[in-house]
């Protein structure tokens, strides 16, 4: 293999250490604006409502910003920017102002008849004693207008990534989550609220005002994350033009593209809000100051299956399986696609799929071991997070049983956004479609009957069982599409992973019977049991693979 073989594969590697370095700072920092929210806010009405509130704009942005629009456009631009213009002969920058003016316009759109459904909705509840329900719509009515910036930020990014700027867009999050450490801290010291204060009325107020604080907070947040963003694309010759067109064939052809991609990341994030609804829906309400623990169902009282705060627990389960996912996998898939486009359109494929082979041996790589390492850890890490504040043992326990299942689906989720990647570089964007439409029944079918059996933690297990089965169904669907991924190639490192895997799990498990290890409550205890189990595993998965001479790097 040439030098000049070798070097691309090289280069998104080098990529992906710049991706995830940022991304783990990112992430440290939501980690510590979680245990901070959650001090003060708890899990209860207040934290449900905004956790609700917040995932509309979340869901918009991962469906365009980082979804349709952003996978659709990225091997166009990609490619016109190898050959100097599109097909249809739009120099590259045009194209994307083109492409930006587009999406801003679809985003206004959306803002405003979603302002006007929400207002609607306000009139229609005005009155109502589920005080729940009315403020997460009040959340929401604040919030929505960040699906124009969080949007239009993550499609931004999207330019960069192709001239392989990926820092500025690997920083941007982290200003989103120290503006809400410092309102929540400042908040909390200026209108009085205590972390230790017993629930009553007035801390629930107290709550409401901090939580409407950072509503708004989130918009502030929003534009620093575009303004960011703008030196680099001065940098890199973009110029945003109000007046550009934004209806050419090349747009259209995007937006062609985006349509299937679309329906398919719409099916996710539908899977997504669904489970944010169902666990909002089903699980405990506030009425007049009183939980209601049941609902009427054709003239029949039935047990709501979660208890108060079930989708703020949820959330911060899934907080922590996201975290070596996002430090990692999607670092490695973010900086990989642009190289899979470039090299998709070869017609030697070769290059593709040993990119693409070099991908997936590197996700399983830091998949396996934190799906099986998170699960081991999950009891002293839950408990030094959040046991705190309004956050109590019995929340604790709830949130440790869904980091279980998530846990165990993390080698899928990461292989997962490389697959995706992949198929959209190949301008294939009906197959992840079918794999979604696949996704959401099997989540549904596993989840509904379980949270009436083991409560929230079903909405995980639905989750693990839907994903393990769309990362392999996609894989093999994958293999099939490039006529043959030789895989066969991969098998010593993939079985050397899962046996270190194992070794490293039985270390760990032995660990947690010996003598050494700590027993009892408290701070230092779990401190203690996290540093020894996560110490332990990282010591021998990494020098074990070092003696097996496992490695992802280019061979």
Not at 85 to 93: L, M, N
Not at 124 to 141: E, I, K, N
Not at 163 to 181: D, M
Not at 362 to 367: I, P
Request: glycine share 8%; with cysteine.
């Amino acid at each position: 293999m040439s030098d000049a073989a070798q070097a691309k594969p090289r280069t998104f590697l080098h990529h992906a250490r710049l991706i995830a370095a940022l991304t783990l700072l990112s992430r440290i920092l939501g980690l510590a604006r979680e245990v901070v929210a959650g001090h003060f806010l708890g899990t209860k009405l207040v934290a449900s409502a905004f956790t609700m509130a917040f995932t509309v704009p979340n869901l918009f942005r991962k469906l365009l910003g980082e979804g349709a629009l952003s996978a659709a456009f990225i091997p166009l631009y990609a490619q016109a920017d190898r050959r100097g213009s599109t097909e249809s002969g739009e120099s590259a920058q045009d194209f994307a102002s083109g492409s930006v003016n587009l999406l801003l316009l679809i985003l206004i759109a959306i803002t405003l008849i979603g302002e006007a459904l929400l207002a609607g909705s306000l009139y229609l509840t005005r009155g109502s004693d589920r005080v729940d329900r009315r403020l997460m719509l009040q959340f929401t009515v604040i919030m929505l207008p960040y699906v124009m910036l969080v949007c239009g930020g993550a499609f931004l990014s999207a330019i960069l990534q192709v001239h392989k700027r990926f820092g500025p867009p690997a920083f941007a999050p982290v200003l989103l989550n120290v503006c809400h450490i410092v309102v929540v801290i400042a908040g909390a010291w200026f209108i009085g609220l205590h972390g230790k204060s017993e629930s009553s009325p007035r801390v629930v107020h107290l709550q409401t005002q901090l939580a409407f604080a950072l509503a708004f907070t989130v918009l502030i947040a929003g534009s620093l994350q575009v303004m960011i963003l703008l030196p680099a694309l001065r940098q890199v010759g973009f110029r945003f033009r109000p007046g550009a067109n934004f209806w050419t064939p090349a747009t259209r052809k995007m937006l062609k593209l985006s349509v299937p991609v679309a329906l398919g990341a719409g099916v996710l994030q539908l899977s997504v809000l669904l489970d944010k609804g169902i666990s909002y829906t089903l699980m405990q309400g506030v009425e007049n100051g009183q939980i209601v623990r049941h609902f009427s169902f054709f003239g029949h009282s039935v047990r709501y299956p979660m208890e108060l705060g079930a989708i703020r627990r949820l959330d911060l389960a899934q907080l922590l399986y996201q975290f070596p996912l996002g430090v990692f996998a999607i670092a490695l898939a973010t900086a990989i696609f642009p190289n899979l486009s470039t090299e998709a359109i070869d017609q030697d494929r070769e290059k593709f799929k040993r990119v693409l082979r070099q991908g997936i041996e590197a996700t399983l790589w830091e998949g396996l071991p934190a799906s099986v390492g998170l699960v081991l850890v999950s009891e002293p890490a839950v408990r030094l997070l959040f046991q705190h504040g309004q956050i109590t043992a019995a929340d604790c326990s709830l949130i440790r049983q869904s980091v279980c299942f998530y846990a165990a689906g993390i080698w899928a989720f990461s292989m997962l956004q490389v697959i995706n990647r992949a198929f959209y570089a190949l301008h294939d964007s009906l197959t992840p479609l079918i794999a979604s439409v696949v996704n959401i029944i099997a989540n549904l079918l596993v989840e509904l009957p379980l949270i009436w059996w083991i409560g929230e933690a079903g909405m995980a297990v639905g989750t693990l069982v839907s994903f393990s089965i769309q990362a392999l169904i996609m894989l093999w669907m994958l293999d099939r599409r490039t006529g043959g991924l030789n895989l066969r190639s991969s098998r010593r490192n993939v079985t050397g992973m899962v046996l270190v895997t194992i070794l490293m799990g039985a270390v760990c498990y032995g660990i947690q019977l010996s003598p050494l290890y700590p027993v009892g409550s408290g701070r230092l205890v779990w401190a203690t049991q996290l540093a020894l189990i996560t110490g332990a595993g990282a010591i021998t998965y990494l020098g074990v693979c070092r003696l097996m001479k496992i490695t992802i790097l280019p061979r």
